[in-house]
């Protein structure tokens, strides 16, 4: 197996834990903000461990990394701000999806920065995982799932600019994983904790299981999922990386229908077959071109991970 196709499949790997996220949010039946505050805090000390191993192997990070891990902090912040508070709306399913709509303004945007102009497959494949994606989100039903779903749309919506932004800046960095994670995630506590009055307040002092099921939210999606995903970014074009990982929409549809009685139409099915035969189209013998190509060129072709 070729060093892409290893990237490729962990990217995979870091979006089927991260389509946990949702389910997760919504077992713990605790506020959005509350939510998004503990999945970070939580994952803050394993990644400091993580980060500082990995400091001893590769020495400080650069300056420049370090500002863009902070920036990108800080987008992680209003993401899961505004994403979780569409799954309180809308529910753990459509906000996963209404959050993912991100491949479009990734893919445009890597264009431009990073002169990553998307293979044939990847373009020809886009529109199928769009159709799929509209399809699941219910709009030709008739029928409106969630508290407030207009208001949920919007949140959502949000969330998959603020989102496009963070994994922009996560690629945009110095090839490291756990170094800036980590000092997203720190980052990302902080200012979740200071703007959390606008999203509900967030409560410091949760009791159980809502406890343990925010541990397992951070340990897993949190510190696993992205450890993987923060890898894969430098290493293939992010307009892959971000078609990728719209396999979490399709996952956690299906989790949601499972654990939380939440059920998709004839439709909405139809789109997570879809999806999932976009994904693989664009992301099958995908190669990256130019600046995606001369990247995937210095990942060591004997790497393991």
């Known amino acids: 197996m070729s060093a892409y196709r290893r990237i490729v499949l962990i990217a995979i790997a870091g979006a ?10 919504r077992l713990s039946e605790v506020s959005p903000a509350t ?3 503990f999945r970070c805090a939580y994952a803050v000390p394993p990644m400091l461990v ?27 912040s209003l993401d899961l701000l505004f994403w979780h508070q569409s799954i309180k709306l809308v529910g753990a399913g459509l906000a996963t999806v209404l959050g993912n709509l991100q491949v479009f303004i990734v893919a445009f945007a890597a264009w431009g920065l990073f002169r990553e102009r998307p293979s044939n497959r990847l373009m020809a494949g886009t529109p199928i995982v769009f159709g799929g994606v509209v399809l699941i989100s219910g709009v030709f039903d008739g029928s409106a799932y969630g508290l407030d779903p207009v208001m949920g749309a919007v949140t959502g919506l949000v969330t998959s600019v603020v ?7 996560l690629k945009a960095g110095p090839g490291r994983t756990a170094g800036p994670l980590a000092q997203a995630t720190v980052v990302a506590t902080v200012l979740i904790a200071v ?4 999203f509900g307040c967030a409560d410091l002092a949760p009791e159980w299981p809502a406890h343990g099921w925010l541990l397992l939210l951070a340990l897993g999606p949190q510190v696993v999922g992205w450890l993987l995903i923060t890898y894969s ?14 396999v979490q929409p399709v996952v956690t549809v299906a989790i949601s229908a499972l654990t939380l009685g939440e059920r998709p139409s004839a439709l909405q099915f139809a789109g997570c077959a879809a999806v999932v035969l976009g994904v693989l189209y664009g992301s099958r013998c995908a190669q990256p071109t130019r600046a995606g190509a ?12």
Request: no cysteine; proline share 9%.
């Open 195 to 198: 703007l959390s009055p606008l």
């Open 233 to 246: 970014l430098p290493r293939q074009p992010a307009a892959l990386t971000s078609l990728l990982l719209l």
């Open 35 to 37: 939510s998004a505050l």
């Open 16 to 25: 089927l834990i991260i389509s946990t996220s949702g389910p997760l949010v």
């Open 163 to 169: 989102y496009a932004a963070y994994l922009l800046l």
């Open 294 to 305: 001369e990247q995937d060129e210095q990942v060591p072709k004997t790497s393991t991970v």
């Open 50 to 76: 993580l980060a500082w191993l990995e400091r001893r192997k590769l020495g400080p990070l650069p300056l420049k990394g370090a500002l863009l891990a902070w920036a990108a902090g800080a987008l992680f």
